[in-house]
C-alpha cells in the first residue's frame, strides 16, 4: 500500500510540475532571466508551494519524533548552521539550474514526456552525487 500510495503521489507531483511549467527549461530559464524576457509565474509557483508546506512543516520539526501520515520516521537536518558545504552545494546546484533550466524532479518528468536531452542533466547530476559520495565520505 505504501509504495502504491508513493506512486500515486508522485503521479500528482509530476502533473503538478507539467502544469505550472517547472518541468519547461525555456520557462525555468526565462524565470532566472532577470534582466531579459522574465516570467514571473515560477515565482506565484513557488510561492504557493511554500504556502501549502508552511504549516505542517513548521508542526513537523517541533514533534520530538517526526513521522509521516504513514507512520514513517522522518529524518530531519541535525545541522542548522549555514557553512561552507551548505554555501558550495547552494552555489553548485544553483549554477546548474541557471545552465540547464532543469533541476532533479522535473528532469525525470521530461523523460517521461519524450524530452531525451533531460538525459544529459540526468548522468551530469549523477556523477555529482558520486563525486559528493566520494569526497564526503558518505
Given at each position: 500500500?505504501?509504495?502504491?500510495?508513493?506512486?500515486?503521489?508522485?503521479?500528482?507531483?509530476?502533473i503538478?510540475?507539467?502544469?505550472?511549467?517547472m518541468?519547461?527549461?525555456e520557462?525555468?530559464?526565462?524565470?532566472?532571466d532577470?534582466?531579459?524576457?522574465?516570467?514571473?509565474?515560477?515565482a506565484?509557483?513557488?510561492?504557493?508551494?511554500?504556502?501549502?508546506a508552511f504549516v505542517?512543516?513548521?508542526?513537523?520539526?517541533?514533534?520530538?519524533?517526526?513521522?509521516t501520515?504513514?507512520?514513517?520516521p522522518?529524518?530531519?537536518p541535525?545541522q542548522?548552521?549555514?557553512?561552507?558545504?551548505?554555501?558550495t552545494?547552494?552555489?553548485?546546484f544553483?549554477?546548474?539550474?541557471?545552465?540547464?533550466g532543469?533541476?532533479?524532479?522535473?528532469?525525470?518528468?521530461l523523460?517521461?514526456?519524450g524530452?531525451?536531452?533531460?538525459?544529459?542533466?540526468i548522468?551530469?547530476?549523477?556523477?555529482?552525487?558520486?563525486?559528493?559520495?566520494?569526497?564526503?565520505?558518505?
Amino acid at each position: 500500500m505504501k509504495n502504491f500510495l508513493a506512486f500515486i503521489f508522485g503521479g500528482i507531483f509530476s502533473i503538478g510540475l507539467m502544469l505550472s511549467g517547472m518541468s519547461n527549461p525555456e520557462k525555468v530559464l526565462n524565470f532566472l532571466d532577470l534582466f531579459g524576457l522574465w516570467d514571473a509565474s515560477l515565482a506565484f509557483v513557488m510561492m504557493g508551494a511554500i504556502a501549502v508546506a508552511f504549516v505542517p512543516f513548521q508542526k513537523l520539526v517541533r514533534q520530538p519524533e517526526p513521522k509521516t501520515l504513514l507512520n514513517e520516521p522522518i529524518e530531519l537536518p541535525k545541522q542548522t548552521q549555514i557553512d561552507s558545504k551548505l554555501i558550495t552545494g547552494s552555489f553548485i546546484f544553483g549554477v546548474g539550474w541557471g545552465i540547464a533550466g532543469i533541476c532533479p524532479a522535473p528532469s525525470l518528468t521530461l523523460i517521461g514526456l519524450g524530452y531525451y536531452q533531460a538525459i544529459y542533466f540526468i548522468i551530469a547530476m549523477l556523477v555529482g552525487i558520486l563525486i559528493h559520495r566520494k569526497v564526503a565520505g558518505a
